[in-house]
């Protein structure tokens, strides 16, 4: 028996770069969607996904240009694809989204670059304030236009 072997036999050592598993199932937590994925590639805590799930996980879709989704489309490095798989946590690192592995379960935060898109996209309830003269003006009066709202309280 090789020296090698025998101690990976025995568990004194372990080796260095985790080899690829056989796909297996997993679960992906995103925004408040729960993903139960029937194929999944797991390195350590690194995570691949089948391509053709991605849409389902973060709305992102594999194209030539990279992983688009809506109007953004961010390019993505040979090291992030390989044949039919996705590496969704390699992505991750690479837009800067936090995420945590556990159990067969990981769970992403927001995506940095599409967070703006959801901010702006927010409509804020009418409401109404009397102006300076006194006269009632209400947020909706200002609809397609630009409004900045300044408030103060004394607590």
């Known amino acids: 028996m090789l020296r090698r072997d025998f101690l990976l036999a025995s568990g004194t050592v372990a080796l260095s770069a985790a080899a690829p598993t056989p796909p297996s199932s997993g679960t992906v937590l995103y925004g408040?969607?729960?993903i139960a994925?029937?194929?999944v590639r797991v390195e350590g805590d690194e995570l691949w996904v089948r391509s053709p799930d991605l849409p389902r996980i973060n709305e992102f879709e594999v194209k030539p240009q990279g992983a688009c989704r809506a109007d953004v489309c961010i390019p993505?490095?040979?090291n992030l694809k390989q044949g039919d798989w996705f590496h969704l946590t390699g992505f991750a690192r690479q837009i800067h989204q936090s995420y945590v592995?556990?159990?067969g379960v990981w769970?992403?935060?927001e995506i940095p670059v599409v967070r703006g898109e959801f901010l702006n996209s927010r409509?804020?309830?009418d409401f109404a304030v009397p102006d300076r003269q006194g006269k009632v003006?209400?947020?909706s009066d200002f609809r397609g236009k630009k409004a900045l709202i300044v408030?103060?309280?004394s607590w």
């Open 32 to 34: 408040d969607r729960t």
């Open 37 to 39: 994925l029937d194929k």
């Open 76 to 78: 993505l490095s040979k």
């Open 101 to 103: 592995a556990g159990a």
């Open 107 to 109: 769970s992403f935060g």
């Open 123 to 125: 409509i804020a309830p």
């Open 137 to 139: 003006v209400h947020l």
């Open 151 to 153: 408030t103060w309280a």
